[in-house]
């Protein structure tokens, strides 16, 4: 019975609990659904002295609308956003993601707050211990150096959650509970440029709810491609949140997922605004994601076919929302 | 084709001083690595805390238990190593397979990425559970006659998703049935029987109503 790495079990009641038990471990982890992190462990991709289960916590397990805005806390099941009446109305994008995501059962586990804060992916990483070992590691965890970029010195692991690039999409904002209290701001402000430190909470900081704007003048969309369409990662994923007004595009908002160690946000789309979506915008938006795209061979499927469709997709949904519209 | 075997005669005698070719290279060709020599960090699997144990309560198919549970063990790893339930199956150990589904509270859960002292309190169900006093289930036994089941060795965990899917759906369509069902791996049928199953499963319960 042996499986894991040895650790403590703590289950604290409240957030504020948490916090405290996190500050007085300092090799502990954060667990909640535990979909992502226990085959992780299983693995050998860490190992914490005590392992903080956040399952206990009922305050993050709301979701309630606030004004014109839903706010969903990070311990809400994956299955209950994709089937809340309120997301699947009026943030399909969520809705598509949340139900996206692995099979059944584990939606039924898994949490919002576990997605976002999801480890990054490598086909060098997500490996046994005989098989990393056989390939001397990669410094992600033991190794020295990118086995993917031989001469890089970060690691260019991808993140893979399928939620945060429909919420970043969708304007969202993440609450951050830490030690000097809850602080918030921009969800992609939550992510950095980095496979080994892909998050910028600092150490104990805890994402406690997002807050989502619910704006019916915007339509939202979002799409992965896998290799296995009943379980998996996203080869790459994209979400799209368009406004139009009669002829005109009055807003766009385009997040990738997939094809870095962060979910991008896509720059440079305000050019396309005011006009009609025509096939010389829907270029530019081609034009803009593949300059953003830093897919790199995290997957055994190759670089080309992730960063072509994910242009694919962010332009097949951009004009299916817009068609949707009229 | 030529034959590559001959029959040896009756009465052959391997010839004097015949010493059999190594198909296999001898084990004294690799020279033993101590652990902890190479890349690998020491004491990976004892990790950087200590065994800790701690009183697990829950109920396992309808009894309570009681019993002192590693604070690191899996779900799957109590049920079949602790309490013996072997009916549940490891397959991937990564949560892509589904083999080691059970119920929890009514709901099916992966017990290879469930820690077993998360699961407190609350009622776990696994295959064992379905048959009683030596009848098989409705479920197990559509299963049993579309043959739902080849190796078997997904089929634990396909019926304890099915039987979630039914608890709250009493009547699913085909969709419905593969919706619920697509965590679950087979390499054996190619799932059209056991969809069958699950939709023979119901039409039973109906019939039986």
Redesign the interface.
């Known amino acids: ?9 703590l ?1 604290p009641a409240t957030a504020a609990d948490a916090l405290r038990l996190r500050a007085a471990n300092p ?1 502990s982890q954060y ?1 909640a ?3 992502d992190l ?2 992780n462990l ?3 991709l860490a ?5 903080i ?1 956040l ?1 206990a916590i009922a305050e993050l397990t709301e979701i309630a609308e606030q004004g014109n805005a839903l706010r969903i806390g990070s311990g809400v099941s994956l299955a209950r956003i994709a089937a809340h009446p309120a997301v699947t109305a009026r943030l399909p994008a969520l809705a598509q993601a949340a139900a996206s995501v ?5 939606r ?2 898994a949490t919002l707050g576990g997605n976002l804060c999801l480890d990054t992916r490598c086909s060098y990483y997500n490996q046994s ?1 005989a098989w990393r ?1 056989g390939n ?2 990669c410094m992600k965890r ?2 020295d150096g990118c086995r993917v970029a031989k001469k890089s010195k970060r690691c260019y692991a991808a993140f893979s959650g399928d939620v945060a690039p429909a919420l970043i999409a969708l304007n969202t904002e993440v609450e951050i509970l830490g030690a000097d209290g809850s602080r918030r701001q921009p969800l992609i402000e939550l992510y950095r440029d980095d496979g080994m430190q892909w998050l910028t909470l600092a150490p104990g900081e805890l994402v406690v709810a997002v807050t989502v704007p619910l704006d019916d003048a915007w339509r939202s969309a979002y799409e992965k491609v896998r290799v296995r369409g ?2 998996d990662f996203p080869l790459a994923g994209v979400a799209v949140a368009l406004r139009r007004e009669g002829g005109l595009l009055t807003g766009l908002r385009i997040a990738l997922t997939g094809v870095s160690s962060q979910p991008l946000a896509i720059d440079g789309l305000n050019a396309l605004l005011g006009k009609p979506l025509d096939a010389a915008a829907l270029d530019a938006i081609s034009e803009q994601a593949d300059l953003a795209n830093r897919s790199m061979k995290t997957t055994l499927v190759d670089v080309l076919y992730r960063r072509g469709v994910s242009l694919v997709l962010a332009k097949r949904l951009t004009q299916r929302l817009w068609d949707a519209v009229a | 084709m030529a034959r590559r075997f001959r029959r040896l005669p009756a009465d052959f005698v391997l010839p004097a001083g015949y010493v059999a070719p190594h198909i296999f290279e001898p084990a004294s060709k690799y020279e033993m690595i101590p652990p902890g020599t190479v890349g690998r960090p020491a004491n990976r699997c004892e990790g950087k805390g200590t065994i800790v144990k701690s009183i697990l309560r829950l109920k396992v198919n309808g009894r309570s238990r009681e019993d002192a549970v590693a604070e690191n063990a899996l779900l799957i790893d109590y049920l079949r190593e602790g309490v013996g339930l072997t009916g549940t199956k490891q397959g991937c150990d990564g949560g892509e397979c589904g083999a080691c589904t059970v119920l929890v509270d009514g709901q099916p859960r992966l017990a290879c990425s469930t820690l077993a002292h998360s699961v407190a309190g609350r009622e776990v169900e696994t295959v064992e559970s379905l048959s009683h006093e030596g009848n098989i289930s409705r479920l197990q036994r559509a299963f049993h006659e579309q043959l739902g089941a080849q190796c078997g060795f997904c089929t634990p965990g396909m019926i304890m998703a099915a039987e979630g899917l039914l608890r709250g759906n009493p009547a699913p369509d085909r969709e419905q049935i593969r919706a619920a069902l697509a965590g679950n791996l087979c390499r054996c049928t190619g799932y059209v029987k056991i969809v069958d199953a699950v939709a023979a499963a119901f039409r039973t319960g109906e019939a039986a109503q």
Do not use: C, K, W
């Open positions: 019975m042996n499986a894991l790495p040895n650790f403590q079990y289950r090799t667990i659904g535990g979909t226990l085959p299983r693995r050998g190992s914490p002295a005590a392992v289960d399952g692995a099979g059944p059962t584990h039924a586990a211990e070992a001397n590691y033991d190794g009943a379980i």
